[in-house]
């Protein structure tokens, strides 16, 4: 079992650019969560993807966006990048009534 | 909204000494407690939970137990080793119908634990 694997595990991406990050879950998993952790911070919550549909949003802005496959991987996209947005960025797949395992993340900085 | 409060860090210790990391919790239902650990350049790994008041989880040596009264969520390890080193998150997840498993975490601690 390869556990939650994200892509790229790095990246550097210009000020106002878009940005796409990919992850897929666990086997078995069928709820996918995205996490964002700024330096010496504990993740916040992004969204939540189940059934292909955004079930549950934190506070971000609608610049960030998701999307949900059949095969229930994921994908993360930020518009309009920031530098506020550099950061390192955590997936979490679940299925019901499990813990969630995390991926090792992405480490986006935004120059 | 829920929140989770850790103590402030950094922690450093001697190889074999006692470690204490405070977390305190604020939530509107009955949360399940977690916490999680991450070593450098690695995402998170859960290293023990709770589900309801007075259940006590470990794992690899580390305890923790779900306190009601106090709302805390203390994680203690008797005695620790270089490997423990790494950053401990607390979090939670509120039992409430809406929260379908979304995770609030403490700021966390970092551990560097010496030989």
């Known amino acids: 079992d390869a556990g939650v694997t994200q892509s790229p595990t790095h990246l550097i991406k210009t000020r106002g650019q878009q940005v796409t990050l990919r992850c897929s879950p666990k086997?078995?998993?069928?709820?996918v969560s995205w996490y964002q952790q700024a330096l010496g911070q504990g993740p916040q919550f992004i969204f939540q993807?189940?059934?292909?549909?955004?079930?549950q949003r934190g506070n971000f802005p609608d610049r960030f966006s998701g999307h949900q496959f059949p095969n229930y991987s994921s994908e993360l996209n930020v518009n309009a990048l920031l530098l506020g947005d550099s950061a390192l960025y955590l997936c979490?797949?679940?299925?019901?009534?499990?813990?969630?395992?995390f991926g090792q993340g992405t480490r986006l900085t935004v120059v | 909204g829920d929140s989770v409060t850790q103590m402030e860090g950094p922690v450093t210790l001697s190889e074999e000494a006692f470690l204490t990391i405070n977390c305190t919790y604020t939530?509107?239902?009955?949360?399940?407690l977690f916490w999680y650990v991450q070593y450098p350049g690695e995402g998170l790994q859960l290293l023990l939970k709770?589900?309801?008041?007075?259940d006590k989880g470990s794992n690899k040596g580390f305890e923790a137990t779900y306190r009601k009264e106090t709302t805390s969520f203390h994680l203690e390890k008797g005695s620790v080793q270089v490997s423990d080193s790494a950053v401990y998150f607390c979090?939670?997840?509120?039992?409430?119908?809406?929260?379908?498993?979304?995770?609030?975490f403490g700021q966390g601690t970092i551990l560097t634990v010496h030989p």
């Open positions: 979490a797949s679940r299925r019901q009534d499990t813990e969630a395992f």
């Open positions: 086997s078995g998993h069928d709820t």
């Open positions: 993807y189940y059934e292909e549909e955004e079930r």
């Open positions: 939530a509107t239902g009955y949360p399940s």
């Open positions: 709770a589900t309801k008041a007075d």
């Open positions: 979090a939670l997840i509120d039992a409430g119908g809406t929260s379908y498993g979304k995770l609030t």
